[in-house]
């Protein structure tokens, strides 16, 4: 933009010496959003999501402002990031996503809508809006072997990724089997025989969407489990 001087005063003796022309340089740079997810993603991890915003060149641009962070799944939820000199990051809780996007399967988006700076009294910078995606699967493990005292105890983790609260779990072996001990935080425990066992959620507590149970069993052969939800549908089962 250029300013032009008005035309110039008659009359007086005075010498001459208009206004000046001011010169606004506007310059336009078309960033690139960078993107890293950390994988694979545990459901008692943390999910990590942080880049930074380059020119053409892929140099780091020394700019502070903010990005907006998308995850969706079957449902979605937006989230904010500052971006200080260049950079940003946004770390959340595996779990915390799983609740919030209802899918263990999860879309990213990031996206920065540009700005403008002024530089100096004579100098506008525009930059321009970007965004970026990657997607990542969050994971539970199922069955986890250790060894403890000389007893083989077997840790089994039952992960819930569906819309029903987990009400009961029963444990049982065949007649040549035994469970020794079953134990699972937030159940009470019902010993039916040395081959049956029965988990039911306490008075006051919720296994809902992505939450686990984690069970601590010693046995001695095969053992079968069955999940049932608060209406006493069956919804997994398995053995160990």
């Known amino acids: 933009m250029t300013l032009s001087p008005p035309a110039p005063l008659v009359g007086g003796g005075g010498e001459g010496g208009g206004i000046p022309v001011?010169?606004?340089?506007?310059?336009?740079?078309?960033?690139?959003?960078?993107?890293?997810?950390?994988?694979?993603?545990?459901?008692?991890?943390?999910?990590?999501?942080?880049?930074?915003?380059?020119?053409?060149?892929?140099?780091?641009l020394d700019i502070n402002g903010i990005v907006s962070i998308t995850l969706q799944g079957i449902l979605s939820k937006v989230y904010t990031a500052e971006l200080n000199d260049g950079e940003y990051s946004l770390t959340l809780d595996a779990v915390e996503v799983l609740r919030a996007v209802k899918s263990r399967d999860v879309n990213i988006t990031v996206s920065f809508n540009g700005m403008e700076v002024q530089v100096t009294p004579s100098r506008i910078v525009e930059y321009k809006a970007t965004e970026n995606r990657d997607e990542a699967s969050i994971t539970a493990d199922t069955i986890i072997e250790k060894v403890r005292t000389g007893k083989k105890a077997i840790m089994l983790t039952l992960e819930n990724f569906t819309d029903m609260s987990i009400a009961k779990i029963t444990l049982h072996t065949a007649e040549d089997g035994k469970i020794v001990v079953a134990k699972a935080k937030d159940f009470d425990r019902k010993r039916i025989s040395m081959q049956e066992v029965e988990l039911t959620v306490k008075n006051g507590k919720s296994i809902t969407f992505a939450d686990l149970v984690k069970i601590g069993i010693v046995k001695e052969g095969k053992v079968m489990y069955r999940v049932y939800d608060d209406t006493g549908k069956l919804i997994k089962e398995g053995s160990i």
């Open 22 to 60: 001011i010169q606004i340089q506007r310059s336009t740079v078309q960033p690139t959003l960078t993107l890293n997810v950390s994988k694979p993603v545990s459901i008692d991890k943390q999910l990590t999501i942080s880049g930074m915003i380059t020119d053409e060149k892929g140099n780091r």
